[in-house]
């Protein structure tokens, strides 16, 4: 029955949500990345511009959705999110389903809205009309990713500093705050750390080497 699962899922990735992904990407262009997760195998499998430092074969955490509830339900969104720079993201997610109406995938198209966002701040500073916005929790409960985003731009933005300009002494005192914060103790969250702050794994783990001795 897995098997049947997962062949069914392939075939829905394949045939379906690549082709539509690397076609809207295409259209779109790079302020949107397009994640496209198996719910079977709860991975990610492909990725058009990439730019939330996800890699194919990361865990999906989407196990405590049911998507049995409501075969209706097709279109998750929009909603907004953090991206591990800062930079807001306009979310939205399709369901993709196989013949017999199984949820087998998910398509997430993420929008970099932080340029427009710039200039509707500028806007509002003028006519002084206040912005709200909404988000979606039920996708990243379990986030980790998300989480981690958050407290590093967050680390950044309380020293004057970006994720990009971090030195060696920046890395290593962050470094310091989420062992604290226990985040590092997540699987693969070594490597996910060192992708965002763009140095190999094995300088994060030497670093945690030099910190815990």
């Known amino acids: ?99 017999d109406g199984t949820a087998v995938a998910l398509a997430c198209f993420n929008y ?25 929790e039920a996708l990243f409960k379990n986030d980790w990713h998300e989480k981690m985003n958050h407290y590093i731009v967050d680390w950044c933005r309380d020293r004057n500093k970006s994720v990009e300009a971090l030195d060696r002494k920046d890395r290593k005192m962050l470094l310091e705050a989420l062992l604290d914060t226990e985040a590092l103790r997540e699987k693969h969250a070594a490597s996910y750390i060192a992708r965002v702050l763009n140095v190999s794994r094995a300088t994060i783990y030497n670093d945690l080497k030099a910190i815990r001795t």
């Open 1 to 99: 029955m897995i098997k049947t699962e997962e062949t069914s899922a392939n075939q829905v990735v394949e045939n379906v949500a690549v082709p539509i992904a690397e076609a809207l990407s295409k259209l779109l262009g790079s302020n949107v990345e397009i994640v496209v997760h198996s719910l079977i195998t709860e991975t990610v499998v492909h990725i058009c511009n990439p730019f939330s430092k996800r890699e194919i074969g990361d865990p999906s955490f989407l196990s405590e959705i049911d998507f049995r509830k409501d075969k209706n339900e097709t279109v998750i969104g929009p909603f907004e999110r953090v991206n591990w720079d800062g930079r807001v993201i306009r979310s939205i997610s399709a369901v993709l389903r196989d013949d």
């Open 112 to 136: 970099d809205i932080s340029e427009i966002m710039a200039a509707q701040n500028a806007i509002t500073a003028l006519i002084g009309t206040p912005v709200t916005s909404k988000g979606s």
